[in-house]
C-alpha cells in the first residue's frame, strides 16, 4: 500500500527555477526520505529527515517536514536539466502489511534548458 | 565499489517457465529487500529478509519466492510467471536496516508472454 502521496504528479520548469514538490502521509513515521530516479534507472537516496527534524539541508535541496499535516516538501533550488527525474518520497514505519518501508507514486520534474 | 547488482537487466520469458533473478551486494548489509515498479502504481514491496534466514512478505508477495542463505545474496525466485508479473524489478540494501538509507540495484526489466 502507498503510504506517501506526491504531489504534483508532474512539473515543468525553466532551468534556473525553483522547484518544489510534496509528500502526504497517513500513519506515524519514524523518519521519511526522498530518492531521485532517473528514468528505468535504479533509485538513488538523496536526503533522510527524522520525526523529530523540521528541515534538512543537502547541497541545493532543502527537505521539511511538518508532523501535525502529515506533510513533507522536498526543494530544488537553482535546477539544472541533469536534475530531470521522478522523485520519491518514502515513510519509515509500521504498517498493515508489516512491511517497513513504502513508496509514494512520485514526482515527474522536467528541467528545460 | 559499492553496489548493489541484479541479473538479468532484460528478460522475455513465456508463462509457467521458472526463472530467477539474482541479486548480490557486497557492502555487507543485513537488510535486503525486493520492490517491483509499475506505472501508475509505483514502488511495491513483494519480500524483505532483515537478515541470512530471515525473510518476510512484503506488499505484493503472491507468486514470488525468495531465498536468504548468505548475506550478500537475497534471490527472487518466480516458480510460475505470469503476464501480470511483467513489471520492473528492484532490489535493494540497507546498512540500517527497514529504516536506514537504501541502496538499489539497477533494475531487472521482465517481459511474461
Known amino acids: 500500500s502507498q503510504q506517501g502521496e506526491e504531489d504534483p504528479q508532474a512539473l515543468s520548469i525553466q532551468e534556473g527555477e525553483n522547484a518544489t514538490m510534496n509528500c502526504s502521509y497517513k500513519?506515524?513515521?519514524?523518519?521519511l526520505q526522498w530518492y531521485r530516479q532517473n528514468s528505468g534507472r535504479g533509485l538513488v537516496h538523496l536526503i533522510l529527515i527524522r520525526s523529530n527534524e523540521r528541515e534538512k539541508h543537502s547541497g541545493r535541496l532543502r527537505v521539511t517536514l511538518d508532523t501535525s499535516k502529515k506533510s513533507s516538501s522536498l526543494l530544488i533550488t537553482a535546477s539544472r536539466a541533469a536534475d530531470t527525474a521522478s522523485y520519491f518520497c518514502a515513510t519509515s514505519g509500521y504498517n498493515n502489511a508489516g512491511n517497513m518501508l513504502t513508496f509514494g507514486g512520485g514526482t515527474r520534474l522536467m528541467v528545460k534548458p | 565499489e559499492a553496489q548493489v547488482t541484479q541479473n538479468p537487466r532484460y528478460l522475455i520469458t513465456v508463462t509457467g517457465k521458472k526463472l530467477t533473478v539474482t541479486c548480490s551486494q557486497n557492502?555487507?548489509?543485513?537488510?535486503m529487500s525486493w520492490y517491483r515498479q509499475d506505472p501508475g502504481l509505483g514502488l511495491r514491496q513483494i519480500y524483505y529478509?532483515?537478515?541470512?534466514?530471515?525473510?518476510d512478505k512484503g506488499d505484493v508477495p503472491e507468486g514470488y519466492k525468495v531465498s536468504r542463505k548468505e548475506k550478500r545474496n537475497f534471490p527472487l525466485i518466480l516458480e510460475s510467471p505470469s503476464p501480470n508479473q511483467t513489471s520492473l524489478y528492484f532490489c535493494a540494501s540497507s546498512l540500517s536496516g527497514y529504516a536506514g538509507e537504501l541502496f538499489f540495484g539497477e533494475g531487472s526489466r521482465l517481459t511474461v508472454l
Open positions: 500513519t506515524s513515521i519514524n523518519n
Open positions: 529478509s532483515m537478515n541470512v534466514e530471515v525473510t
Open positions: 557492502m555487507n548489509h543485513e537488510y
